[in-house]
Nanobody, 126 residues
Framework: QVQLVESGGGLVQAGGSLRLSCAASGRTFSNYAMGWFRQAPGKEREFVAAISRSGGITYYKDSVKGRFTISRDNAKNTGYLQMNSLKPEDTAVYYC???????????????????WGQGTQVTVSS
């Protein structure tokens, strides 16, 4: 089992920044790809970004490319999502996910993570 706990969400004005963290415990973090997903009210959960076990490969949803950066520190068992130039449409509950399968799988429309965090709310005001 892998336990994931997100933090760092909050209320920010459009154009502002937030840094989300995902603290992992229970298993060797470096054995798992990690990803970030989000779910806005009335919408399905969607892929945001993913990173490989070593951190050498990253993937992003097109609308966040150039604004969001996913990273990880395996020594600290923690993953991050740096979000800059935030827009009101980024408002959602953000979830981190961990998976022993390759990170590229997280982009699949039918993807189901092996492990999910509880989520953290991000609200961007206009």
């Amino acid at each position: 089992q892998v336990q994931l706990v997100e933090s760092g969400g909050g209320l920010v004005q459009a154009g502002g920044s937030l840094r989300l963290s995902c603290a992992a415990s229970g298993r060797t973090f470096s054995n798992y790809a990690m990803g970030w997903f989000r779910q806005a009210p009335g919408k399905e959960r969607e892929f945001v970004a993913a990173i490989s076990r070593s951190g050498g490969i990253t993937y992003y949803k097109d609308s966040v490319k150039g604004r969001f950066t996913i990273s990880r520190d395996n020594a600290k068992n923690t993953g991050y999502l740096q979000m800059n130039s935030l827009k009101p449409e980024d408002t959602a509950v953000y979830y981190c996910a961990a998976d022993p399968r390759p990170s590229a799988r997280m982009k699949d429309s039918d993807y189901r993570a092996s492990y999910w965090g509880q989520g953290t709310q991000v609200t961007v005001s206009s």
